[in-house]
């Protein structure tokens, strides 16, 4: 059998290496887990709705161990492993709450002896192709719904959060899940491309454009139910009337949080020309007290880029920018020593004809563009073919909501940032994707509705 080495990318070292599926063993459990979903299906909701608390509990009894792991094969500080898995808690809750009513049979026309419902029946053996970088989150908006609907699950977690989808699988089983009904399948773009062969009725992709895209076409004759959750660029416009402090605050947050490694990581600021000078300051300031480190300790908030070719990416970014004229604050460096790590980076003078501005970055790095106009700052946050999140910082709510109104994204924020809620759907537009995950809509996205036409005699 093929072994898959995992690496620390916050030191360079070699943690493991785990055994990893090729081609004829994706065929054998995606068969097995065929064979298994029709029996799955039948388990009433409530027994389901067992495993899944029992999934639950394990994952707080675990979850120092269950942070550690993902922090030392995806270089996430210690905290925000922390806060990642404590966030599930309450996706897990808002499912087990809403799966009952969202997927109740509804009868919608009763007279004259004519009945007419709508059922929910699952999908069947969907496919979760899964991104590293919250792989509790991705996975658990995917697989938690999937499983409680009524589906098998071929689970193939990425390649750098591997040991994470393996504790996954672990705690589902010891749950109650059968062993067929959720499988992991290990390995890289060759696993997930044999993945794609199989016989699916359903694949839930996040990940990048460019793999996403792959996916569609490969998958395009096929005529299987597809969600993409892809990247983003993700502007936010700070008003005239913001408060630069607090406005710098929490944006420095949304950019760097996770190493800025976040679908939904800020990736480009506009602020109003009254205020930009005061706002660049704060925002600065802010970024140099972020502590960068050993992503273990507790005290440490920038830690390691995951993917070491994402290094290429940002110092292109970089050199690009500063080719272009951009005034760099500070950072704009790889940090020295083992790993891959990178400065926090922060660039004013911005404009869109730098790749900075216009390509998703996914590390510690943000540009600062000046507008003189809200019209100026709509018009360049639509400048882009993705369109996952959007802010506005105004105290004045009508304001905000006439901006935000006029942006082309699945989900926009007033005076907040880089935020998911399980209440609400999430879903990209244009290149950052197709289909959602969450709320009561994405617990429904996990069934096709039967349409039942019931006349008396
Ligand atoms: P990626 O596209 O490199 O990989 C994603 C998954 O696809 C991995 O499991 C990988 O092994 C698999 N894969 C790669 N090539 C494949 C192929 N040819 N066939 C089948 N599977 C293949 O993305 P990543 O680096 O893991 O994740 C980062 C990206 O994900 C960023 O762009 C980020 O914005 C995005 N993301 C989006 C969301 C969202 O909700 N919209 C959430 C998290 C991450």
């Not at 808690?89 to 709450?97: E, P, T």
């Not at 060759?190 to 062969?197: I, K, N, R, S």
């Not at 970014?317 to 004229?325: I, T």
């Amino acid at each position: 059998m093929n072994q898959l080495p995992i690496y620390n990318p916050a030191t360079g070292e070699l943690i493991t290496e785990v055994p990893a599926d090729d081609a004829a063993s994706v065929a054998a459990k995606s068969q097995q887990a065929r064979a298994a979903q029709a029996h799955w299906a039948t388990v009433p909701l409530a027994e389901r709705k067992a495993c899944i608390t029992r999934f639950r509990a394990a994952i707080v009894a675990e979850l120092d161990a269950l942070a550690a792991t993902m922090t030392r094969e995806t270089g996430k500080p210690i905290k925000m492993s922390r806060n990642e898995l404590n966030g599930l808690l309450g996706r897990i809750d808002f499912f087990l709450a809403e799966v009952d009513s969202s997927t109740a049979t509804q009868t919608v026309f009763n007279d004259g002896g004519m009945t007419e419902q709508i059922e929910h029946i699952p999908l069947g053996v969907v496919a979760n192709i899964s991104a590293w970088n919250y792989p509790w989150f991705v996975g658990g908006n995917v697989f938690i719904p999937a499983l409680l609907t009524g589906n098998a699950v071929l689970y193939k977690p990425s390649e750098y959060a591997t040991m994470t989808g393996l504790a996954i699988a672990r705690l589902l089983h010891a749950a109650g899940v059968p062993q067929d009904v959720f499988v992991p399948l290990i390995g890289g773009a060759a696993v997930g491309a044999a993945l794609l062969e199989q016989r699916i009725d359903g694949l839930f992709f996040t990940g990048s454009y460019a793999t996403g895209a792959k996916l569609a076409q490969a998958m395009g004759q096929r005529l299987v139910k597809l969600q993409l959750e892809l990247g983003g660029k993700d502007p936010t416009y700070v008003c005239d009337d913001a408060d630069p402090q607090t406005a710098a605050e929490s944006l420095a947050d949304g950019a760097m949080y996770n190493t800025g490694q976040s679908c939904c990581s800020v990736e480009r600021i506009y602020v109003h020309e009254k205020i930009y000078d005061a706002f660049v300051a704060a925002f600065v300031a802010t970024v140099k007290t972020f502590e960068v480190g050993d992503p273990m300790l507790d005290s440490t908030y920038i830690g390691a880029i995951t993917r070491a070719p994402q290094l290429d990416v940002l110092d292109a970014q970089v050199a690009d920018a500063q080719a272009r004229g951009a005034t760099l604050l500070v950072g704009g460096h790889r940090l020295a020593g083992p790993g891959n790590g990178y400065a926090p980076t922060v660039f004013a003078n911005v404009n869109h004809g730098m790749e900075l501005m216009r390509e998703e970055s996914f590390g510690p790095i943000i540009g600062i563009q000046k507008v003189a106009s809200d019209a100026e700052a709509v018009r360049l946050m639509n400048d882009t073919r993705y369109g996952l999140t959007a802010g506005v910082f105004t105290p004045d709510e009508a304001r905000a909501k006439a901006l935000l109104a006029q942006v082309n994204a699945g989900s926009v924020y007033w005076n907040c940032c880089d935020r998911v809620s399980p209440r609400l759907p999430w879903s990209g537009y244009g290149d950052s994707g197709m289909g959602l995950t969450l709320s009561t809509y994405g617990i429904q996205t996990f069934t096709r509705p039967k349409a039942w036409h019931l006349r008396q005699v």
